[in-house]
């Protein structure tokens, strides 16, 4: 079995402070490898969204240790932590987080700025990444002039323009129609095949349950189950049939 | 390019009316600072025309002497003193006092008298424009400047008035020779200033010395020092200096001038800081976006400061050529508003310091960001 890409062990959290503090991961165990989707699933106020902070280097964990690529985070500041996110996560968000102001190609391209890549390669890069989610023809859009499946494809292409080794995904489809949400979670799948990249979905649609080589369950800050997702199933299916 | 410009020039222009109000913030801020220092320089110009016109390598006068319209005198003595002494070629004596210069058609005006021996230089009126030097030892000859043809109530050659009791004719007109009081301007013979100001005949203001060719000022200076009692002694650049110090520090004019300047920078401040601010609160979602997919707070504070920057150059070349139209308006005036080069790069690095300084509160505010804050929005 491959290296896991990230991995969580023991991370524990408190959020607020004095009587308002809550503790929103009890002793989370998570390694998330290459070459696979996995759907973190669970219901409101479960600590799935934290959980992804916590993975994705946003929120330092109050116990446990995560490992990002072999990397501990332990002690990293805020510099070292964005460090660590620009070089190995790239995040897809329920809400597209795009700035309106900027076209879908420098959208993707910030992601390769932030990292102070040369201006010309980040652009090429950043129209590959457009190419394959499907959005060539609109490189030079803004925001605005795009449906929301289209918004998130462009997040998507940010989130992979710089090959991280981890992508996570808050609720990706939760503002998309069926027919979107299946495209981008196709999308998603396709990514996760690269087995050096691990992608993470947070959702609470079922309905995206297809498209999981593994799927967690977590409830109260708890992990409590654990299975293999139809996806990898239909792969096992696949890999046993007898050729005809 | 990085896409820091195009990031922060899309946010400034995003809400084009508050870049608007950010842009015309900074404009007359720096306009109130230009018009503040430019009349600063010009105030310090214009209380030195004299000195700068006069043909002197040192100047002879009364101690103490804070400026040029000290009205002081020495004993004549002390002039033939200073010619006796080696390097001095010569001592041109000058006298200068108030007096009230009557108006034919009924009126009185104070003036101030300058009067040189025409033979031996010293201070004499420049930028003639209409009659002579020569015609000045004509009896009552004087010179004035055009200028004040109307509070004088002459219009040029020819035309008459009275000085304590002495009729007066003015043979010779010069053109911008102003005082920055309302107070101008009349040359004379020595003699004539003398009888103008009611000074003693074996009396002057100042000994204007010449020193002879190859001589050193310095040098000369002090023997000068060494020889002559209760005088100072002073170059010309020393002279202009103590008059200036006089006028812009003495009369708290200066302060006056600076203070304003000051105000003007911390209106700007003030101004930038707290649009910049509401820009940085309005775009936050996208700051913490961009912390969120990793960029370093450096990045991100460089995206403000460049909007401040760019504020800062559109805000001062506006700001610039408003300067340049008050400086064309007051060329001409008592006190005119000057603009050097100097002076337009200090301005020029004022406004970007004035605008990465108000960039400082919209810095603490996304150095606070957290990015966990784009799962929640």
């Given at each position: 079995m491959s290296e896991p890409v990230v991995e969580a062990v023991d991370v524990a959290k408190w959020l607020g402070k004095g009587a308002a503090q809550v503790q929103a991961l009890k002793g989370v165990n998570l390694a998330l490898r290459g070459g696979e989707l996995t759907l973190l699933m669970g219901p409101s106020g479960s600590g799935k969204t934290t959980l992804l902070s916590i993975l994705g280097c946003m929120l330092a964990p109050t116990r446990g240790t995560v490992r990002l690529c072999g990397c501990s985070t332990e002690g990293a500041g805020p510099e070292a932590l964005a460090r660590l996110r620009r070089e190995h996560v790239g995040f897809v968000f329920q809400t597209y987080?795009?700035?309106?102001?900027?076209t879908a190609t420098d959208n993707v391209r910030l992601a390769l700025d932030v990292r102070g890549e040369n201006s010309a390669r980040a652009v090429a890069k950043a129209n590959d990444a457009l190419a394959m989610v499907g959005l060539a023809h609109k490189r030079d859009a803004f925001p605005l002039e795009l449906s929301g499946g289209e918004q998130q494809r462009v997040a998507i292409a940010r989130a992979i323009v710089g090959q991280p080794s981890t992508v996570l995904a808050d609720e990706p489809t939760a503002s998309l129609d069926g027919e979107n949400g299946n495209a981008i979670m196709t999308l998603l799948a396709e990514i996760a095949k690269d087995s050096a990249r691990g992608v993470l979905v947070v959702a609470h649609?079922?309905?995206?349950?297809?498209?999981?080589?593994r799927v967690v369950h977590i409830e109260d800050g708890c992990i409590v189950g654990e299975r293999r997702g139809d996806a990898a199933l239909e792969k096992d299916k696949s890999d046993c049939a007898v050729p005809s | 390019m990085s896409l820091i410009y195009r990031l922060a020039s899309r946010n400034l222009l995003h809400d084009r009316l508050r870049f608007v109000a950010t842009v015309v913030g900074i404009v007359f801020s720096i306009l109130l600072v230009t018009v503040q220092l430019g009349l600063y320089l010009g105030f310090g110009r214009i209380v030195t025309t004299m000195i700068d016109h006069a043909s002197a390598d040192l100047w002879i006068m009364p101690p103490g002497t804070k400026c040029f319209e000290d009205p002081s005198t020495l004993d004549e003595r002390t002039r033939f003193q200073a010619l006796s002494i080696n390097g001095v070629a010569q001592a041109a004596p000058v006298v200068i006092g108030y007096a009230e210069w009557r108006i034919p058609a009924g009126g009185t005006f104070p003036v101030f008298i300058v009067g040189s021996d025409l033979r031996e230089g010293g201070l004499l009126p420049w930028n003639l424009v209409e009659g002579s030097l020569e015609a000045l030892v004509i009896p009552g000859a004087v010179a004035v400047d055009r200028s004040y043809f109307d509070r004088l109530g002459v219009d040029g050659i020819g035309a008459n008035a009275e000085i304590r009791g002495q009729k007066v004719e003015v043979r010779a007109v010069t053109n911008g020779i102003r005082s920055f009081t309302t107070t101008p301007y009349v040359f004379t013979t020595l003699d004539r200033a003398r009888a103008f100001t009611g000074t003693a005949a074996n009396k002057a203001t100042y000994f204007l010395v010449r020193v002879t060719p190859g001589a050193d000022v310095e040098s000369v200076r002090r023997r000068l020092k060494a020889n002559l009692s209760d005088v100072d002694v002073l170059t010309a650049a020393e002279f202009r200096d103590r008059s200036r110090s006089f006028w812009l520090f003495g009369t708290g004019a200066g302060f006056a001038l600076f203070a304003g300047a000051l105000l003007g920078m911390i209106v700007g401040t003030v101004i930038v800081a707290q649009t910049l601010y509401s820009s940085t609160k309005d775009h936050i979602n996208e700051f913490a976006t961009l912390r969120a997919i990793g960029s370093s707070g450096i990045y991100i504070h460089k995206v403000i400061i460049c909007q401040a920057l760019i504020s800062a150059i559109i805000g001062f070349c506006l700001a610039a050529a408003m300067g340049l139209l008050a400086v064309a308006a007051t060329a001409n005036t008592a006190l005119p508003i000057v603009m050097t080069p100097t002076l337009t790069l200090v301005l020029f690095f004022l406004t970007l310091a004035m605008c990465v300084v108000s960039a400082i509160a919209a810095i603490l505010q996304v150095t606070r960001i957290?990015?966990?804050m784009v799962f929640t929005r």
């Open positions: 987080h795009l700035f309106p102001t900027l649609d079922t309905r995206i349950l297809r498209f999981a080589d | 957290d990015p966990v």
